[in-house]
């Protein structure tokens, strides 16, 4: 599987933007799709994720209410739709993949593919 994410820009805070992860190689209707983000000078972290069956969501506090992760399989792309950004979401997201997954779907060694990530950045 291979995943390009897109849709990172620069944006003023408050603002809003989508970004996108298609999928190639093969259908991600069996893959469960996370999205994690890495600031410069910091670790990886998660943000969100969506199962395989598109049934459950799972969110990081920090975004909880402000991001959505949906999936269209039939365009095999996930997508992550971040409203209210704030300075300190500027990082560089990216999309990652795992078949089918479980519960620990925020860890990011439970991820088998991954994109080359897009930079978003949040002006104040």
Not at 10 to 23: D, E, H, I, N, Y
Not at 52 to 79: E, I, L, M, P
């Given at each position: 599987?291979?995943?390009?994410?897109?849709?990172?820009?620069?944006?003023?805070?408050?603002?809003?933007?989508?970004?996108?992860?298609?999928?190639?190689?093969?259908?991600?209707?069996?893959?469960?799709?996370?999205?994690?983000?890495?600031?410069?000078?910091?670790?990886?972290?998660?943000?969100?994720?969506?199962?395989?069956?598109?049934?459950?969501?799972?969110?990081?506090?920090?975004?909880?209410?402000r991001f959505t992760v949906s999936r269209d399989d039939?365009?095999?792309t996930a997508y992550l739709q971040m409203n209210s950004?704030?300075?300190?979401?500027?990082?560089?997201?990216?999309?990652?993949?795992?078949?089918?997954?479980?519960?620990?779907?925020?860890?990011?060694?439970?991820?088998?593919?991954w994109g080359q990530g897009t930079q978003v950045t949040?002006?104040?």
């Amino acid at each position: 599987v291979q995943l390009v994410e897109s849709g990172g820009g620069l944006v003023q805070a408050g603002g809003s933007l989508r970004l996108s992860c298609a999928a190639s190689g093969r259908t991600i209707d069996n893959y469960s799709v996370g999205w994690f983000r890495q600031a410069p000078g910091k670790d990886r972290e998660f943000v969100g994720a969506i199962s395989w069956s598109g049934g459950n969501t799972y969110y990081a506090d920090s975004v909880k209410g402000r991001f959505t992760v949906s999936r269209d399989d039939a365009k095999n792309t996930a997508y992550l739709q971040m409203n209210s950004l704030k300075p300190e979401d500027t990082a560089v997201y990216y999309c990652a993949a795992t078949y089918y997954g479980g519960s620990s779907c925020y860890r990011a060694d439970e991820y088998d593919y991954w994109g080359q990530g897009t930079q978003v950045t949040v002006s104040s």
